[in-house]
């Protein structure tokens, strides 16, 4: 097997001209560490530190674009204040040679650090308790989506290599484009062509920014949840009963299509297991990642991620034909996963969590208690 792991470690310029030394990536993963106040902390930094050894690619921890749209413990791009931090972040990833990203995201419904819980529609989520936010107006709208470029602004002057707009997983922009979620009638809804207008919105700002303010090559990637988003902690990908049908395979692909024809660098497909089909309609028992692979063609480069544990697994995810792949739990039990599967000791991957893993791996203290407070999110060892 020796000689097809060796594939995962070809090169792969990105369409902008950022070239990634592999095709491995780290999956963006909220640590939920940041400072009170959104500032990048220590314990974030050596988080990274620990495993970015190897990677092709960085992208890190969701980051909030207004403070309204940010959680606590998640890292800010909202102030010019925020910029030393990003600067000693972005150092920090790329000292070990990965390329770094910033994924960029405004909550919406799902949660404020001011209060003011807003979204496209006065909907709220589908769990117990849920608040009910207000619909966005027209002009914050505007508002919010010049935020997003101002914090793409902020990582070109800070030595990132891209950033990435969040658009799945149940934040606003994937609001935006969920029935569910997105009861408007107006410019921003109403039918599945409007659905996108916040989203291309976003993507049409950013790069104006990047053309504007970049004065080396740098990536503009976008993150989707193919179906309404998978219920955190999900062995699989069960959906959450509430929220059907939501977003469905074909508004998916309708929206890939005019995605890839953006000039985008990639589109990354959020998955909780690669190996997934769609939930509903017939697609000939193929997962979600090898039909958008295939719609997509060479169009735009696809990164796929989900349940990669082993090499193995690697490898076979790889053959859906996407040119680069994201691990998010895996790196957080085996920080050496590159190390290992280059090196030809795949078979001493870790896929089990250490109970000392906290203080051992360096997962900051919040983000632990994170990942035990979800069951059946990673197998953890007992005592
Ligand atoms: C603790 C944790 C935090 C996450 N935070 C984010 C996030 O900030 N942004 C995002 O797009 N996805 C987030 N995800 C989803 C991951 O990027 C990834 O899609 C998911 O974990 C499935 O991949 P995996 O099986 O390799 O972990 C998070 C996942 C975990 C486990």
Redesign the pocket.
């Known amino acids: 097997m020796q000689s097809t792991v060796q594939s995962l470690f070809q090169p792969y310029t990105l369409p902008s001209g950022v070239t990634l030394a592999n095709r491995l990536v780290m999956?963006?993963?909220?640590?939920l560490s940041s400072q009170p106040d959104g500032k990048v902390s220590a314990a974030e930094i050596a988080y990274y530190v620990r495993r970015s050894e190897g990677l092709g690619l960085i992208?890190?921890?969701?980051t909030w674009v207004t403070p309204s749209g940010g959680m606590h413990g998640?890292p800010g791009a909202a102030a010019d204040d925020d910029i030393p931090g990003l600067r000693r972040l972005a150092a920090a990833i790329r000292e070990r040679g990965a390329k770094a990203v910033l994924?960029l995201?405004h909550t919406g419904r799902q949660g404020t650090r001011t209060g003011d819980l807003v979204a496209p529609s006065a909907v709220p989520e589908a769990r117990e308790g849920a608040a009910v936010p207000r619909a966005l107006e027209e002009a914050e709208i505007a508002d919010i989506i010049h935020a997003f470029g101002e914090a793409a602004r902020r990582a070109i002057a800070t030595g990132f290599d891209g950033v990435?707009i969040?658009g799945?997983?149940g934040?606003l922009t994937h609001q935006f484009f969920s029935p569910l979620s997105n009861q408007r009638n107006d410019r921003y809804g109403g039918t599945l062509e409007r659905r996108m207008t916040f989203g291309l919105a976003v993507v049409d700002e950013v790069q104006r920014v990047v053309r504007e303010h970049a004065d080396r090559p740098f990536a503009v990637g976008y993150?989707l949840s193919p179906e309404e988003r998978d219920m955190?902690g999900a062995a699989s990908d069960a959906p959450d009963e509430r929220e059907q049908p939501g977003i469905t395979m074909e508004d998916t692909l309708a929206f890939v299509d005019v995605l890839a024809g953006r000039g985008l660098d990639y589109l990354?497909i959020?998955?909780?297991?690669?190996r997934n089909p769609p939930r509903r309609g017939s697609w000939g028992g193929r997962s979600r990642l090898a039909i958008l692979q295939e719609r997509v063609g060479g169009r735009v480069p696809l990164i796929g991620?989900?349940?990669?544990?082993t090499a193995e697994d690697a490898l076979e995810a790889m053959q859906s034909g996407v040119p680069l792949l994201?691990?998010?739990?895996?790196?957080?039990m085996e920080p050496d996963w590159v190390d290992k599967a280059r090196s030809g000791r795949s078979a001493d991957i870790r896929t089990t969590m250490p109970a000392n893993g906290c203080e051992r791996l360096s997962i900051p203290d919040p983000?632990w208690q994170?990942?035990r407070s979800?069951p059946g999110?990673?197998p953890f060892e007992e005592k």
């Open positions: 999956a963006p993963m909220t640590h992208i890190t921890a969701a998640s994924q995201f990435e969040h799945g997983n934040n993150r955190p990354h959020s998955l909780t297991d690669f991620v989900g349940a990669v544990h994201a691990l998010g739990r895996e790196l957080l983000m994170l990942l979800i999110w990673l």
